[in-house]
């Protein structure tokens, strides 16, 4: 089972500034199935990014993955303040999928 | 436009069985995998398990291997989650998902299950 660990655990930027998320997997990801998701309080997770770097449909071009092999990263440029989330990231191999324990984005 | 519209929530005594529903509309249902994922109050995301659309084919995480079962009826586009023996670490919002290109394209909106004694 591949584990995945995310980092930091809490990143507090203000509107305008690039957030950088982490998310490293315990083995390679040699099928590049590595997605992206951003959650709100209350609400179902949503996908931004599928396949390391393709944004789903209607995610802003502010939105970017990047990566491979183990160390993966989604880049938010332009913060704005509905960016404040939980961002969660997760893989799929061996018909078996996971997620990483997620990171809070704060919005000062 | 695929939507999963999941039943209400449950509240459950510790021991007992649940299960919950996820209808697809909008979308070929065996076209697609559907996986369920839970999450714990405050806590992150975990995959439960996949079923095929197409032909019921099954993957269960590990952990939960013996006390889950998901099951689809294509007559009426509907998944089915069963989860036996439930213990109050089974609490938690329960949610269907569209698998795609190792995705989670569409989720359902959500059942919450409460195990109290």
């Known amino acids: 089972e591949v584990v995945l660990t995310q980092s930091p655990g809490t990143l507090s930027l203000s509107p305008g500034e690039r957030a950088t998320l982490s998310c490293r997997a315990s083995q390679s990801l040699s099928n590049n199935y590595l997605a992206w998701y951003q959650q709100k309080p209350g609400q179902a997770p949503r996908l931004l990014i599928f396949g390391i770097s393709s944004r789903a449909t209607g995610i802003p071009d502010r939105f970017s993955g990047s990566g491979s092999g183990t160390d993966f990263t989604l880049t938010i440029s332009r913060l704005e303040p509905e960016d404040s989330a939980v961002y969660y990231c997760?893989?799929?191999?061996?018909?078996?999928?996971?997620f990483g324990q997620g990171t809070k984005l704060e919005i000062k | 436009q695929i939507q999963l519209v999941q039943s209400g929530a449950e509240v459950k005594k510790p021991g007992a069985s649940v299960s919950v529903s996820c209808k697809a509309t909008?979308?070929?249902?065996?076209?697609?995998?559907f996986n369920w994922v839970r999450q714990a109050p405050g806590q992150g995301l975990e995959w439960m398990g996949w079923?095929?659309?197409?032909?019921?084919?099954?993957q269960y995480a590990q952990n939960l291997q013996g006390r889950v079962t998901m099951t689809r009826d294509t007559s009426t586009s509907t998944l089915y989650m069963e989860l036996r023996s439930l213990r109050s670490g089974d609490t938690a919002v329960y949610y269907c998902?569209?698998?795609?290109?190792?995705?989670?394209?569409?989720w359902g909106q959500g059942a919450m299950v409460t195990v109290s004694s």
């Open positions: 909008g979308y070929p249902f065996t076209s697609s995998g």
């Open positions: 997760q893989q799929y191999s061996n018909s078996l999928y996971s």
């Open positions: 079923i095929s659309g197409y032909n019921g084919h099954t």
């Open positions: 998902a569209r698998g795609e290109r190792g995705a989670f394209d569409v």
